[in-house]
Nanobody, 128 residues
Framework: QVQLVESGGGLVQAGGSLRVSCAAS???????????MGWLRQAPGKRREFVAS????????YYADSAKGRFTISRDNVKNTVDLQMSSLQPEDTAVYYC??????????????????WGQGTQVTVST
């Protein structure tokens, strides 16, 4: 089972930028690139929602409509990390952001149910 640890959350003003990162370890005999990776988020009182994903070797990315043009997902298969660079942040982006891994490594998954392993989350708060 892969372990995921997020970092980089915090408080940012509306219109600002923030980068959250995720470090993976313990892939249980699988190498990091055999997992598609994603970022999902959950705001207070709302269901967890998909934000962005990247396929195992990084060739395919997929974004929620809310993230297109503002967020960029990237991965480093040497360092076993995946980042989400967020810009033009708005208060509605406030949520706990979760890093997640999927066994469907040849694609960029687009739903919460596609991910099997989860980190603990990192809080992102966007103030007005």
């Amino acid at each position: 089972q892969v372990q995921l640890v997020e970092s980089g959350g915090g408080l940012v003003q509306a219109g600002g930028s923030l980068r959250v990162s995720c470090a993976a370890s313990g892939a249980s005999g699988r190498t990091f690139e055999t997992y598609a990776m994603g970022w999902l988020r959950q705001a207070p009182g709302k269901r967890r929602e998909f934000v962005a994903s990247v396929s195992g070797i990084g060739r395919i990315t997929y974004y929620a409509d809310s993230a297109k043009g503002r967020f960029t997902i990237s991965r480093d298969n040497v360092k076993n990390t995946v980042d989400l660079q967020m810009s033009s942040l708005q208060p509605e982006d406030t949520a706990v952001y979760y890093c997640a891994a999927s066994l469907y490594d040849t694609t960029a998954p687009g739903s919460v149910e596609d991910f099997q392993y989860w980190g603990q989350g990192t809080q992102v708060t966007v103030s007005t």
